[in-house]
């Protein structure tokens, strides 16, 4: 069973940054493409970013595009996604997820690609 854990969410001004940190469990993490998702109050959890197993191809929703950065270290089974900028319409809880294929070297931007998901970090972001 793979297990996801999010961290780094917290309060922060518009403007400011955070880095959310997902750590896997289970020894394939280095084989499966990983996403991150939000979800705000009332909304439907939509694509933020998303690697892939090699980490060769990175995509980003244009809501987000060069404000936050995803990365991945494989040797740590951890994936990251740094905030810059941010910005009020930022608030949500974040969620990362892992692919569900072996070795895709597609991008992944729906949630129906993922199998497993994080519990969620709160992310909010005042104005």
């Known amino acids: 069973q793979v297990q996801l854990v999010e961290s780094g969410g917290g309060l922060v001004q518009a403007g400011g940054s955070l880095r959310l940190s997902c750590a896997a469990s289970?020894?394939?993490?280095?084989?499966?493409?990983m996403g991150w998702f939000r979800q705000a109050p009332g909304k439907d959890r939509e694509f933020v970013a998303a690697?892939?197993?090699?980490?060769?191809?990175?995509a980003y929703a244009d809501s987000v595009k060069g404000r936050f950065t995803i990365s991945r270290d494989n040797a740590k089974n951890t994936v990251y996604l740094q905030m810059n900028s941010l910005k009020p319409e930022d608030t949500a809880v974040y969620y990362c997820?892992?692919?569900?294929?072996?070795?895709?070297?597609?991008?992944?931007?729906?949630?129906?690609?993922?199998?497993?998901w994080g519990q969620g970090t709160q992310v909010t972001v005042s104005s």
């Open positions: 997820a892992r692919g569900n294929s072996m070795y895709n070297s597609g991008i992944r931007y729906g949630s129906g690609e993922y199998d497993y």
């Open positions: 289970g020894r394939t993490f280095s084989s499966y493409a």
């Open positions: 690697i892939t197993w090699s980490g060769s191809s990175i």
